[in-house]
């Protein structure tokens, strides 16, 4: 069961905030309210993160920017520059319909609330009313509609080119952009009055996924919020309220609703699973049907007795369905393995067991073009190609969180054999295996130009994988193992330090993916120095030592604040870290003192029967409450 550990005062803290993060060659004492934790106990890497956040927040106390100064909306999040309306220039028309075209060809692979010839039409009388052109006196947008026009554009503007050929100007430019058409979107969405629509509906989870996109995932958590209420409120949950429409109504309301609610429950389950905060729908409410397997153009303002019959081709509808119904076993193993009070009748490795095949199950269900195995997206259109890689990582994802529970066996305290019954083995490796493909396929999405500053999820799922790798590595320092296990484990550990190099050089300021590097950098740390020891001592079998691959340039690591400049063992390589000076300046990242926190006051329970909870590790970067929650076993 989890038990909670409340915060204790700042002054608690024993050991001197260091200026430098600099690897030591010594074993590091730690001291937590007075009692020892020694260097074999892997929980030391929370205390040397718990560091570095203390310098962050040392250089942020005198900035007005600071997280005291946030909303309590948008507490923990990046810092983000206030946009005036007034100075809003709308996009030409021509360049609005590329961005209408972005958005449902890239921008939203699973996320397809709206349906798309209708939001053309919309955003061709939003540019009526906003050019004062005669729209031969029909009856004008409502707020929620023109803010769905803004949000497209808005949310488009932010996928453009691939980081690597976009010039700082390009940037600074579309991030303007955006960052106007968003202000315009709330204040329309603030002058909405009467009842809740369905556009109005629709407009609040776009703004939650703008959100997201622009790294305020505290902002968009409240947002979405008042979107779950309005959702119940017009019954999207329920099949009743669709089978009650007459034949004469459009086949698109009746779709769309159905596409809006289970957008709207797939987004749940990952902001509970990211966050570490229960779910918003319960699925012993919900009797809604799953879309139906229909192309936007199969729809039309005809009868829902007149749709036409499921689609036989490829179907952009199909990816969405699949994410859905993998969310749902994301919600199962979050609820049973994962749980607030643990039900000890059924062992969790059955449970794990169980989760794991029917995500294979999942996979063998999917349609071949959504099958990385089987189609290559690289031969698909580009909506088909994100939809497979989307749908590729979200799996990947749920097979770690199913399994990497056995990751946690030992890590306490390295000193205690581990040994995995037989039945386990399969488990831990699939979670390997999981988080191997992830770092793999995002290192193949940045080596092709196809990663973006908006990939909030790719971030978050790489952050598990790459921790995951990591965690393996110092646990695998520890025993005596064969050339081969030795040689695996560090060719694991090199692949994930470049994944994590990669993504940090290819994300804003403002990212939460530069808070869980803090994180990262302190457990790469820890498998530094476990690993010099055990080729010390001889844990490891001699063999090729570790390497960690510097930046591609000079010019690139001054020009992106790659962490860790160069890595490798003892004196061949040493361990820089961010200086903090420039990617965690109060300009760039001055909403997020609430991290520090969660380190600066928090207690951490330990032991050699106490374990850190991956539920907990995985949402320490953000806005948490003031505690830190560990598993007891």
């Known amino acids: 069961m989890y038990k909670k550990v409340f915060a204790l005062p700042e002054t608690r803290l024993q050991t001197p905030i260091s200026p430098s993060c600099e690897i030591s060659q010594e074993p590091e004492e730690t001291r937590f309210d007075g009692h020892y934790i020694g260097p074999t106990s892997a929980i030391a890497f929370l205390y040397r993160a718990q560091r570095r956040f203390q310098q962050d927040s040392a250089t942020k106390s005198g900035n007005p920017s600071s997280s005291s100064q946030a909303s309590i909306f948008s507490f923990g999040d990046g810092y983000q520059a206030n946009y005036s309306v007034s100075e809003l220039k709308y996009p030409e028309k021509e360049q609005g319909n590329a961005l209408l075209a972005r958005y449902f060809d890239f921008a939203m692979p699973t996320y397809r609330f709206l349906h798309r010839q209708t939001t053309e039409l919309l955003l061709d009388r939003f540019y009526d009313e906003t050019q004062i052109v005669s729209n031969n006196h029909k009856q004008p947008l409502s707020c929620a509609e023109a803010a769905i026009c803004l949000l497209v554009l808005a949310t488009a503007s932010l996928y453009g080119k ?3 050929v976009l010039t700082d100007k390009e940037y600074a430019d579309e991030t303007v952009l955006s960052g106007q058409l968003f202000a315009a979107a709330e204040v329309r969405l603030s002058s909405e009055t009467g009842r809740v629509r369905l556009e109005s509906v629709q407009a609040k989870l776009a703004l939650c996924i703008y959100l997201l996109a622009s790294s305020r995932i505290n902002q968009a958590w409240y947002t979405f919020g008042t979107t779950s209420q ?7 949950h329920r099949k009743r309220y669709t089978q009650s429409f007459s034949a004469s109504t459009s086949s698109i309301e009746i779709e769309i609703r159905k596409r809006v ?9 990952y902001l509970s699973v990211i966050l570490g905060r229960p779910r918003i729908f319960r699925d012993e409410d919900i009797d809604q049907h799953l879309p139906e397997r229909l192309n936007n153009n199969d729809l039309s303002t005809a009868g829902y007795t007149e749709l036409f019959k499921p689609s036989k081709t490829l179907s952009v509808s ?16 979050s609820s049973d393995l994962y749980p607030t009070n643990k039900d000890v009748a059924t062992p969790w490795t059955e449970i794990a067991q169980q989760r794991t095949s029917e995500l294979k199950a999942w996979k063998e269900s999917l349609p071949a073009f959504l099958e990385p195995d089987k189609v290559d997206p690289s031969m698909l259109i580009p909506i088909y190609q994100r939809q497979s890689t989307v749908l590729r990582l979200a799996y990947l994802h749920a097979l770690i ?18 040994q995995y019954p037989g039945n386990l083995v399969g488990g831990l490796k699939e979670c390997i295996d999981a988080a191997v493909a992830v770092v793999e396929t995002v290192n193949g999405l940045l080596d092709q130009g196809r990663m973006r500053k908006p990939f909030w999820f790719t971030h978050y799922i790489s952050f598990c994988a790459i921790s995951a790798l990591y965690v393996y590595t110092i646990q695998s320092s520890g025993q005596s193992s064969g050339q081969e296990q030795h040689d695996a484990s560090l060719q694991y550990f090199e692949a994930a330090d470049r994944c ?27 498998v530094i120095r476990l690993t010099s020891q055990g080729q010390d001592s001889g844990s490891f079998a001699s063999g090729r030592q570790l390497e960690v691959q510097p930046p591609q340039s000079a010019d690139l690591a001054e020009s992106r604040g790659l962490p860790n400049q160069a890595l490798d ?44 909870g991956w539920a907990e590790f995985d949402s320490c970067v953000s806005l948490y409450p003031v505690e830190i929650f560990i598993i007891e076993q």
């Open 162 to 164: 691939e980081v690597d």
């Open 230 to 236: 309005m959702i119940m409120a017009l019954g999207l």
């Open 261 to 269: 609610f289970w957008s709207a429950y797939t987004l749940d389950k």
């Open 318 to 333: 199909d990816a969405p369905v699949f994410h859905a119904r993998l969310a749902k076993i994301v919600g199962s193993i």
């Open 401 to 418: 969180l199913a399994n990497r529970p056995l990751l946690l066996d030992r890590f306490v305290n390295l000193s205690r054999p581990s």
């Open 500 to 526: 994590q190099r990669a993504i940090y050089a290819t994300t804003a300021s403002t990212s939460p993916f530069r808070r869980y590097n803090i994180i990262l950098d302190e457990l790469k740390k820890e």
């Open 569 to 612: 063992m003892r004196d061949r390589y040493s361990i820089e870290y961010m200086p903090l000076a420039q990617d965690l300046q109060p300009s760039a990242y001055g909403h997020n003192d609430a991290t520090m926190q969660i380190f600066d006051q928090a207690y951490l329970s330990y032991g050699q029967e106490v374990e850190l």
